[in-house]
Structure formats: C-alpha cells, structure tokens
C-alpha cells in the first residue's frame, strides 16, 4: 500500500518514534512490516515528494476502539464512527487496550468490520484453551494430542493477515515433517482417509460441496459481479449457494 499508485500513506511519526530497538527481537515477518512502517512514517519531507502530490491519501490510527457507528441525520447511511481511546497495559502479546475515557469521532461515509472471529472447540476430546480461544500447542502441535496438529487462528487466535496464517501453516507444515522424519508419528498402519469420511457424511444424509460444486458457485458470483461493473458480487446466504448446486 506505501508504493500504491496516486496515493499518500500518511502515519503519525509519534507512533514510530523509538521503536527501532523494540523491533529487533520480535518474528522476522513482523519486523520487517514494522520497519516498513517506521522508515515511512519518519521519513523527511520531500523524500516522496511524487506521493505528496496523490490526489488520495490513507493512514493508520493505533489504540482505538470502535464504540458507535453514527448515521446521518435520515439513518440510510453511516457519517462516521465514535472511537474510544486506549492505552496499553502489560507487554508483549499479553498486552491488553485499556480505555482512557476520551473518544474520537472520524467522518467517514463506508465502515468495514474486519475483527476477527473467536474460535470453538472441535471436540471433547481436543483440548481447547476457552479463555484466549485456541487450542494450546507447540508450534502447532497440539498439547497432550500426539500425531494431531493445527494452524490458522485456533492456533494462535484471531491475528495478522493473510500472509500471517500462510507462514503459521508452513511452521505446522515443518513440525509434521520433522515429526515424520523423527519416527514420532506411526505410519505403519494405511487409513482411508477422505473415502471414510465421505462415508460417514452419507451416513448421516450430508452432501458435501464437490469441487465442482464450488465452480457453479464461483461462475455464478462472478456473472453478478460482471452485472454490476465489478469483480465479483459474493453471495452471502448459504442457503442461495445450496440451491444454486441443487442441493
């Protein structure tokens, strides 16, 4: 996004100040997107001077919390959103937003909602952390369950992005690997797989979505989309995709 064409990242260098020799010892991706972040918030003027002219700017503002979405005068639409202001108590990931007492209202005309989820337990027999909302692990490999592994936010909650949850699959992918290499995991006996899963499913009158299921879903969103001048136009009701592969 700093490099995106006929824009202006705009960061408050108050948030940055310091914070050079905090990042050394924290993951390696992590610290290269906050060094990233540092050298453009602290930058000298005129060092982006094709970006300072962009006609459209973005920013980011650390230690809100969203409270309100506030309407127009008529209710059709949102204006903005009350934030409250934080600060932050403890340190490291156990480092928790404490409200401050002040707020702040941003105008805005769009409000996205991307928080995250808080992940259930799969099954009485998995082990599951209910307070922070993970299953406990090493590296993936879950506490007290040898040879069962996870990945993604039931590993390590709901945090970072994309890239965040590929390389936390790689790390599990790495502790299978050198499970299997270490003779940790018992191989000598062939399971089935897939075919007694699918046996069970029909068992209990469930059709899964084939693959194939998924590309009629797909066209269908994409035709919309075309509809409508964009990409893709999401369908968002389970139900309307089951219909739609006939199920």
């Given at each position: 996004?700093?490099?995106?064409?006929?824009?202006?990242?705009?960061?408050?260098?108050?948030?940055?100040?310091?914070?050079e020799?905090?990042?050394?010892?924290?993951?390696?991706?992590?610290?290269?997107?906050?060094?990233?972040?540092?050298?453009?918030?602290?930058?000298?003027?005129?060092?982006?001077?094709?970006?300072?002219?962009?006609?459209?700017?973005?920013?980011?503002?650390?230690?809100?919390s969203?409270?309100?979405?506030?309407?127009?005068?008529?209710?059709?639409?949102?204006?903005?959103?009350?934030m409250?202001?934080?600060?932050?108590?403890?340190?490291?990931?156990?480092?928790?937003?404490?409200?401050t007492?002040d707020?702040?209202?941003?105008?805005?005309g769009?409000?996205?909602?991307?928080?995250?989820?808080?992940?259930?337990?799969?099954?009485?027999?998995?082990?599951?952390?209910?307070?922070?909302g993970?299953?406990?692990?090493?590296m993936?490999?879950?506490?007290?369950?040898?040879?069962?592994?996870?990945?993604?936010?039931?590993?390590?909650?709901?945090?970072?992005?994309?890239?965040?949850?590929?390389?936390?699959?790689?790390?599990?992918?790495?502790?299978?690997?050198?499970d299997?290499?270490?003779?940790?995991?018992?191989?000598?006996?062939?399971?089935?797989?897939?075919?007694?899963?699918g046996?069970?499913l029909?068992?209990?009158?469930?059709?899964?979505?084939?693959?194939?299921?998924?590309?009629?879903?797909?066209?269908?969103?994409?035709?919309?989309?075309?509809?409508?001048?964009k990409?893709r136009?999401?369908?968002?009701?389970?139900?309307?995709?089951?219909q739609?592969?006939?199920?």
């Amino acid at each position: 996004m700093i490099n995106l064409p006929g824009t202006q990242p705009v960061l408050n260098p108050a948030d940055f100040t310091g914070l050079e020799n905090a990042v050394k010892d924290i993951p390696r991706p992590r610290k290269r997107l906050t060094e990233l972040m540092i050298k453009t918030a602290l930058q000298k003027p005129g060092e982006m001077a094709a970006q300072a002219a962009a006609p459209r700017q973005w920013g980011l503002k650390f230690q809100r919390s969203p409270q309100e979405v506030l309407p127009t005068a008529d209710g059709t639409r949102a204006r903005g959103i009350r934030m409250a202001l934080t600060r932050l108590e403890g340190s490291g990931e156990s480092a928790k937003a404490i409200p401050t007492g002040d707020v702040e209202e941003l105008e805005c005309g769009l409000v996205l909602s991307s928080i995250g989820y808080r992940s259930l337990p799969l099954d009485p027999a998995v082990p599951f952390d209910s307070q922070r909302g993970i299953i406990p692990n090493s590296m993936g490999r879950v506490e007290g369950a040898p040879g069962l592994y996870c990945s993604g936010w039931v590993k390590r909650g709901p945090t970072g992005v994309i890239i965040t949850t590929m390389n936390d699959s790689f790390d599990t992918a790495q502790s299978v690997l050198e499970d299997l290499r270490g003779g940790v995991l018992d191989v000598s006996v062939s399971k089935e797989g897939f075919g007694a899963v699918g046996s069970i499913l029909s068992s209990r009158g469930v059709r899964p979505v084939s693959f194939s299921d998924w590309e009629k879903i797909d066209a269908a969103e994409v035709a919309r989309g075309k509809a409508a001048g964009k990409p893709r136009e999401k369908i968002v009701d389970p139900q309307e995709m089951l219909q739609l592969i006939g199920h």
